[in-house]
């Protein structure tokens, strides 16, 4: 009998330690108070004492070591009177959980004396094993309140004939105090923070530094320059792309080739423009012109002629002479900014080819213009010098238009 109590409650310590929670490593006593109610085979009601525990040695997380011990009291049911119990052990701890509040189980064994005024006491000295449980409401740091509840399980065959076996219940309340105060846990230092790879760069296929998705001109050659769009440069917007312009710089305009250079054409440049009634180049007309030059620079084998006309307002002959004067100012100009004048041509048409009507201001601005005829072969044109002579111009009846 005694040693199926022992596997009992051995086995329910070995349960519960695996839901077992850390607690203190520090060791500690306690003083309590204890409330007994004795086995109904005894001749008592109650008993009133203590408990100590001597020392608690925490063993791992899972388990403390208590050496413990106990007297009290028994008042006798029979006479009033009062028997002693004494007695000590060993106590196994198990807690359960950690904080401010840290319930456990008990479970162990050991010996007690009582001290009984019946005769038939002959081996006072018996031994038992307890079970129990309680917890801890922590104080201080090194006070807790302790309560506890006990069952002991007396091995007596000698005090009450016929009953080798008493169990009574003990119930403690008192203070606990942890020897020292253990130190904090460790800081847990956080691991680093994991730095996501950077995205990968948006697909370029053919490598000209603008993304696929927004590339207009895809499968640009290795090298080329490109603008926003991913389309190769076409720095003078003649529509052939720069690394494929044999002849860069051409004028707005102008017609080229495939491969950028100017074709024989004829062209009017709206923005060659003169004074009143004069030869003089306006600022803007000499922007362009400084641009043509530059075209013609990059391809020497051209040759242009340069044909002036005028509208109708005004006679034929003075109109003659303006239309000359007025190619003539274009040509000389053109030299001046580098262009061989053995490639230039002059003629002045006057009003004899208009290209609109000369009855509305509109048509008449038309017919105002300066032409260039480009040739891919030598000029066979009179070039018409400064200082021709010409018929002076007839007085106009209605007020003269700007020319």
Known sequence: MRSTALALLLGLG????????????????????????????R????????????????????????????ANTLRRSSDKGTD??????????????????QPFLLVGGGGAYSELATAADTKPFVPFLDAGGGFLVKITNNFSARAQAKWLLDFNDHSIPGKSQLNDYRFSLGVQYAFYTPPPPAAVVAPPPVIAPPPAP???????????????CPNTPAGVKVDARGCPLDSDGDGVPDYLDQCPGTPKGFK?????????QTVILRTVNF???????????????????????????????????????????????????????????????????????????????????NDTETGRAENRRVEFQVLNKPLAV??????????????????????
């Open 202 to 216: 948006p697909a370029d296929s053919d490598g000209d530094g603008v993304p696929d998705s927004r590339d207009e």
């Open 275 to 357: 004074e009143f009634n004069k030869d003089t180049l306006t600022s803007e007309a000499k922007d362009a012109l400084d641009l043509v030059a530059a075209g013609l620079a990059s391809q020497p084998k051209l040759t242009v002629q340069i044909d002036g006309h005028t509208d109708s307002v005004g006679s034929a002959a003075y109109n003659l002479k303006l239309s000359k004067k007025r190619a003539e100012s274009v040509r000389v100009y053109l030299i001046g900014k580098g262009v061989d004048g053995s490639r230039l041509a002059a003629e002045g048409f006057g009003k004899t080819k208009p290209i609109a009507s």
């Open 43 to 70: 001749d008592a009601k109650y008993g009133i004492g203590g408990d100590i525990i001597f020392l608690g040695i925490p063993l791992n997380e899972s388990f403390n070591l208590e050496f413990n011990g106990f």
């Open 382 to 403: 009179k070039v018409i010098k400064k200082g021709v002579t010409s018929t002076k111009p007839r007085a106009a009846k209605k007020k003269v238009e700007k020319k």
């Open 256 to 264: 080229v080739d495939a491969v950028g250079c100017i074709i024989e």
């Open 84 to 101: 002693a119990q004494y007695g000590g052990g060993l106590d196994l701890n198990l807690p359960l959980a950690t904080g401010p509040f």
């Open 14 to 41: 070995v349960a519960t330690s695996v839901v077992a929670a850390e607690t203190n490593t520090s060791p500690y006593g306690a003083i309590l108070g204890t409330y007994v109610k004795p086995d109904g085979y």
